[in-house]
């Protein structure tokens, strides 16, 4: 066995020797065939169980096989080989025909290369292959199956392997056989499992169950209401994630508002455009990575937070310095002021970048997800997103309660009289306050580069839902903040889930309508500035 | 002619009002002989009877949702017939998976809703039950398709193959197709095919995860032959002389282009024609005009109702952003503005009614 998956490694390595060649008419087919002939010459070279087929297979799937003058090849940037006897080919003949493979003959070649990895001595290549296979094996793959199953030791892969085989032995004819892989499959958590069990307790169009034998519909309705409890946990547990997800992207939108607006009292149109402004340096950055540290690319973020928050802090403090701060306590003066102002910053980044969206790719270990039930995926960006706004929440309320300039913040206020006759220099502390809730929507835009847009407009979407969890959680209290945000992100998922995403969104706004007239300080009272 | 063309470009900035009044000005103080343009349905809806009152011409490039006829219009782009039907009918083939079961999902405005209404229709005609269509809309801007990818996947694991039909709108694709890869469900397993996603809207986006997804075009960019070239060649020397951002660097065309690109070839074609200006003469010789289109077939304009006769290309989502073509007609495929798949019209005639006066109540 072990020497097979040797010749099998060798092969891939080095681009498989040029003794004997393939089947040549089985490959013209694979290359030339309709859909159907493809899949039937897919069949055949698995059967062959030929080692150099995988890379052929491989290069189809990939998108890299054409063929020229008759002859199938395998092209790869500059280089060409022969998909029959694997000989090189140089020059690479043009013009070529590339042959294209669509999702059904991907899937056909995804489940067979699966199949030929289920006896890797690699155990996460063969976990792998049995996820792969949890949803797409077929009958012809029973028997390797099976021997699969004989051979795997692992805790993990085995009960995967044997649900596949139970749901492959539902169209046995033996009844046994098939009862028992109904009770087998009662184990599952698997959606999938549903899509095999439902066919065997459904009605036909006359009224007559579909599965003639009583006693396989019984097993079958008592696994399947197993399996159902089961997704039904799994699914409750995947809402109220993305109820916190949610929550977490409200709260990062709204934190550096909760200081600009809930602390100092500006009505800041333009913190929609600080958090684009993060974002845009987000993007930046990640050119510059690209461009001159390939290597280390996935480390970007670490280098983009920091810059993030500098250039939105600066851009505020400049904001602060020439137009906000000649209308304090003017609040509706500011309003038209900041408004105006994200719209010179939306235009002059449209003018900078285009109007066009640009592209922000994830780092690879924020890409994909962990599977913590089965059928409930939790994206990494999410989970990393959760983190980085308990981190930034901590960070703002260690910075206020245990600094100088948290105290010296506090103090104006509560009573900039007082704190400027104590020898706070209070202009100075409103230009920091105003930087640092800046800096945080630098820090919102970050993050919010990793799952949605990235373009002029990005701001003005976040810009309602800050204000509202705001004023929602009572202007002037961070822990407001964090309860509105939370409670906004959650009540939305359920009711979305619900109603559907255009109700929840009305609904949303009706319940704070009727929330704010019945409580106009919002979730908690009212301190600071604001007031006089 | 040798006339000297001049353009005269307004940006009426996404504001549907807006639309209107600039259409005006165009007609009568800047006396354009002919208008290309629009996007959104909406912001057609609100040129129409500018149009139709000053009797001015308009060029419509977006594919839409069928359902209108004008005498001063000539709509460019798809018809669903042209677009959403052959895609649908693609998924149910064996090759495109054979879907049994579909999500229709789409953004909260006319063109998602009329389409969906329209392949409800065409479902049920093919035998698919009720309860295997699901049908989701979402507000303009949405970012968060969490709860709703969860709701595709249960409604996928119910049994049979699933396919989803996405009328999403601009930039609400990017975090939908994210959430799709972050959350796992791969092409393979529930393949998405889009109407609004072409190359220009996967620029902003990463790729990878998207790969193996549809969509359906009366033209791709990877299309090989002359004229395609041809377009494309032009295309990147016009980006790099204006420096246009973006394009000056990676030039894409797509299908809206091309409709445009059509467009102007047959209005200047059909102008030459009619040796004139004038909004009647030139319709009159629109009628039947012909251009070798980039998409590699000759686009012809249907004698009688306005829309273009245009093959239909399905693509596959490739890694570097432009798409694989997995299927297409064998040759340009009639518009059929009025769906028969919305009942009533089948008594609606196939052309603008003529008679200015009696154009009034139309629907």
């Known amino acids: 066995m072990s020497r097979w998956w040797v010749s099998l490694g060798l092969a891939v390595a080095v681009a498989f020797p040029a003794r004997a060649a393939l089947d040549a008419a089985v490959v013209t087919r694979l290359a030339t065939g309709d859909g159907d002939e493809k899949v039937a010459a897919i069949a055949q070279l698995i059967a062959g169980g030929d080692p150099r087929a995988v890379p052929v297979l491989q290069a189809l799937a990939d998108g890299e096989m054409s063929v020229a003058g008759g002859r199938v090849l395998l092209v790869k940037g500059e280089e060409g080989l022969d998909a029959v006897t694997g000989e090189k080919v140089s020059p690479v003949p043009s013009p070529r025909d590339d042959v294209v493979a669509n999702n059904r003959l991907r899937r056909e070649i995804e489940s067979a290369l699966a199949a030929l990895k289920l006896l890797s001595p690699d155990r996460d290549a063969r976990l792998a292959a049995a996820k792969e296979l949890a949803g797409g094996a077929n009958e012809a793959m029973l028997p390797l199956l099976k021997k699969a199953v004989g051979n795997e030791t692992d805790g993990t892969i085995k009960p995967m392997l044997e649900l596949t085989v139970a749901g492959l032995e539902l169209k046995s004819a033996d009844k046994a056989q098939r009862l028992a892989a109904i009770r087998t499959l009662a184990a599952s958590a698997n959606p999938n499992t549903r899509m095999l069990l439902s066919p065997l307790v459904e009605k036909g169009k006359d009224g007559a169950f579909l599965e003639k034998d009583e006693d396989v519909r019984v097993a079958a309705q008592s696994s399947l209401a197993s399996v159902e409890g089961r997704l039904a946990w799994s699914q409750r547990a995947g809402l109220a994630f993305s109820g916190v997800s949610l929550g977490s992207i409200l709260l990062l939108a709204a934190l550096g508002l909760a200081i600009t607006y809930g602390l100092m009292g500006v009505i800041n149109m333009a913190h929609g455009e600080l958090i684009m402004i993060g974002a845009y340096t987000t993007y930046v950055v990640q050119n510059l990575f690209r461009a001159h540290l390939p290597g280390a690319f996935d480390w970007y973020l670490a280098a983009a937070l920091p810059a993030a928050f500098a250039a939105s802090a600066l851009v505020g403090m400049a904001l602060e310095r020439t137009v906000i701060r000649w209308l304090y306590g003017r609040p509706l003066e500011t309003l038209l002021a900041t408004w105006g102002l994200s719209l010179i910053l939306i235009q002059a980044v449209r003018t900078l970048f285009g109007a066009q969206n640009v592209q922000v790719e994830n780092p690879a270990f924020m890409s994909g997800g962990v599977e913590i039930l089965a059928g409930i995926v939790l994206p990494w960006s999410r989970i990393v997103i959760i983190g980085f706004a308990i981190a930034v929440l901590a960070g703002m309320a260690v910075l206020l309660t245990r600094t100088r300039l948290g105290l010296f913040v506090r103090a104006v206020t509560q009573n900039r009289a007082m704190a400027a006759c104590v020898g706070v220099r209070t202009a100075r502390i409103d230009t920091w306050a105003f930087g640092l809730g800046s800096g945080i929507a630098g820090l919102a835009g970050c993050a919010l580069s990793q799952i949605g847009n990235v373009g002029p407009d990005l701001g003005q979407s976040y810009i309602v839902d800050s204000f509202m969890v705001v004023v929602l959680g009572g202007v002037g209290q961070l822990a407001g903040t964090v309860y509105a945000a939370l409670g906004l992100g959650i009540l939305n998922k359920v009711l979305e889930s619900w109603a559907g995403a255009v109700l929840a969104k009305i609904a949303i706004l009706v319940v704070i309508i009727l929330f704010i007239q019945k409580r106009p300080q919002g979730l908690f009272a009212l301190k600071g500035r604001v007031i006089d | ?363």
Not at chain 2, 273 to 299: E, L
């Open chain 2, 1 to 363: 002619m040798g006339a000297k063309i001049e353009a005269s470009v307004v940006d009426p900035a996404s504001n549907w009002p807006l639309f209107a009044e600039k259409a005006r000005q165009l007609i009568t103080q800047d006396k354009v002989a002919v208008v290309f343009g629009c996007w959104t349905s909406v912001s057609r809806k609100s040129v129409l009877p500018v149009f139709e009152e000053l009797n001015g011409l308009l060029f419509y490039p977006v594919q839409y949702e069928g359902e209108e006829l004008s005498k001063n219009v000539f709509y460019t782009g798809a018809a669903p017939n042209q677009q959403a039907i052959p895609a649908v009918e693609y998924l149910m083939s064996k090759d495109g998976g054979g879907a049994k079961r579909f999500v229709l999902l789409g953004t909260d405005y006319v063109y998602p809703r009329t389409t969906n209404k329209i392949l409800r229709a065409f479902l049920k005609s093919k035998g698919v039950a009720e309860a295997d269509i699901m049908e989701e809309y979402t507000p303009f801007g949405h970012s968060d398709y969490q709860t709703i990818i969860a709701k595709i996947k249960k409604f996928a694991s119910e049994g049979k193959k699933t396919a989803v039909v996405s009328t999403i709108n601009g930039d609400s694709n990017v975090p939908f197709y994210k959430e799709l890869g972050n959350q796992g469900l791969k092409a393979t397993d529930v393949p998405v095919v889009a109407f609004s996603v072409g190359e220009e809207e996967l620029r902003g986006v990463d790729t990878k995860p998207l790969v193996g997804h549809l969509a359906a075009w009366n033209y791709f960019m990877s299309l090989k032959n002359p004229s395609n070239d041809e377009f494309t060649k032009k295309w990147a020397a016009y980006a790099k002389a204006k420096n246009l951002a973006g394009h000056k660097d990676k030039p894409l065309t797509n299908d809206p282009m091309e409709a445009t690109y059509i467009g102007v070839y047959m209005w200047k074609q059909a102008v030459e024609k009619a040796k004139s200006f004038d909004t009647d003469k030139v319709i009159a010789a629109m009628a039947g005009q012909t251009f070798k289109a980039p998409s590699g077939f000759t686009a012809k304009m249907d004698e009688k109702n306005h829309h273009l006769h245009k093959p239909v290309f399905i693509g596959e989502v490739k890694a570097d952003g432009q798409f694989n073509v997995v299927w297409k007609t064998p040759g340009p495929v009639k518009a059929k503005p009025w769906s028969p798949y919305i009942p009533g019209n089948d008594k609606k005639k196939d052309e603008p009614e003529m008679a200015k006066k009696a154009a009034a109540p139309k629907k």
